[in-house]
């Protein structure tokens, strides 16, 4: 009998390894397997208590399903954790990175992976192929799992370092020994059980601990332009520049605005300054399209944009969810901050006859910033007279406020 259990025991993990490696030839860069609990919920609910969600609505009304996978998918048993990497080899590359330098004058600075074609879409192609290897493998229908790139209600970070896919660090992003801070996360839930992963080191907790392989190094505190964490492992949304160019689709804070510097679309700074870093290769990219061409993109020509413009420049990229307003926001504020005066006659346009309430506050503010009370107050006097937006006329009214 004990032989006969050890057969069926060795046909199993066989068979999981052989999921493994298919998983890893449809393009996924790591594949890793846990089993499936009920969480506590404390962490993920003191940290929407406190706010620091900001107004992202759809994590407090998915709260319950994040910490109970039974939730999202009956009888579920298991997580398969894949992780795709977009580690970049040209560590310097103009539009990547920090943009410090001469070599970045007059252009703004993307987060790493809006250089690239959508993930969501990239990868959804991955995972139903993962879910096609399952249902041969594993005689399971559509029924029997559910696949996630980022969107479903479920923590991927945490599930990532209960498999070992990594570990949390103190910038509360999952942090792999191997690819260092830059992994696009999918998850599926299953009805099938597997033999789980280890984690990279012993968990104190039932989930998964902050700071797990940091030591002592707090850089990613440290380097946070707008101090955004409030403990670490914990952000607050409302003051991280990620959020605020990406997902607030309002006024962006004026006391936030300096530290956005020439960040135009998300920001890298806590992952970029993490010394796990220096172990990570380049990806393989097979469920990646890369779009570094607009790294190269100046902030006159973004500013610039028409709508059809934009649609073309954009099309298939995550930066098309914020839309050419948001854009034009956010090229505002780095207009502002790049001390370029030859930028202000297009951001007076902008104050003065763009539509979108949301572009002239902004454009207000970068004129003012660039060219000086006075001067600003020159070129925009016909279009103060003339407005009628409450957003916009606080933008006036703030005068004498600090930038």
């Known amino acids: 009998m004990d032989a006969e259990m050890g057969a069926t025991q060795a046909a199993a993990r066989e068979r999981q390894e ?3 490696r298919r998983l890893t030839e449809i393009g996924f860069d790591d594949v890793r397997f846990a089993t499936l609990a009920e969480l506590s919920g404390d962490k993920l609910n003191a940290w929407i208590a406190a706010g620091h969600h900001a107004d992202m609505q759809w994590m407090e009304r998915t709260a319950e399903k994040r910490v109970k996978p039974e939730l999202v998918l009956g009888e579920a048993r298991s997580v398969i954790m894949l992780g795709v990497s977009y580690a970049d080899e040209v560590k310097g590359a103009r539009g990547v990175g920090r943009g410090d330098g001469e070599e970045n004058a007059g252009r703004a600075t993307w987060a790493r992976y809006a250089l690239h074609e959508d993930y969501h879409d990239t990868m959804k192609v991955g995972l139903i192929a993962a879910g096609k290897v399952i249902e041969e493998l594993y005689g399971a229908t559509r029924e029997d799992y559910r696949a996630y790139v980022d969107t479903g209600p479920v923590l991927e970070r945490g599930w990532a370092a209960k498999a070992g896919l990594g570990f949390i660090g103190k910038n509360a992003m999952l942090i792999s020994r191997r690819h ?7 998850t599926i839930l299953t009805r099938q059980e597997f033999v789980a992963d280890a984690p990279v080191r012993k968990q104190a907790s039932d989930f998964a601990d902050v700071g797990l392989l940091c030591g002592k190094c707090t ?8 101090q955004a964490f409030a403990a670490p492992g914990v952000v607050d949304a409302r003051r991280c520049v990620s959020y605020q160019t990406i997902e607030n689709k309002g ?5 936030l605005r300096a530290g956005i510097g020439n960040r135009i679309y998300g920001c890298d700074i806590c992952l970029e300054v993490c010394p796990w870093n220096r172990f990570a ?3 393989r990219e097979v469920l990646l399209v890369a779009r570094r061409e607009l790294g190269g993109l100046t902030v006159r020509e973004i500013l610039a944009l028409t709508p059809t413009r934009f649609a073309e420049v954009f099309r298939k990229t995550p930066i098309k969810r914020v839309k050419l307003g948001g854009l034009l926001r956010n090229a505002c504020i780095v207009a502002g901050n790049s001390g370029d005066v030859g930028l202000i006659e297009l951001l007076v346009g902008l104050a003065t006859t763009h539509e979108l ?5 902004h454009a207000v503010w970068a004129v003012r910033k660039l060219g000086g009370e006075a001067r600003a107050s020159m070129l925009l006097h016909e279009a103060r007279a003339a407005e009628t ?5 606080a933008e006036y009214a703030a005068e004498a406020a600090s930038p």
């Open 18 to 20: 052989a999921l493994r």
């Open 180 to 186: 260092g801070n830059w992994l696009f996360l999918a």
């Open 219 to 226: 850089r990613c505190l440290d380097a946070c332009p707008t």
């Open 251 to 255: 006024i962006i804070p004026r006391e």
């Open 281 to 283: 290769q380049a990806g």
């Open 357 to 361: 309430a949301l572009v002239r506050a």
């Open 389 to 393: 937006d409450e957003d916009v006329l």
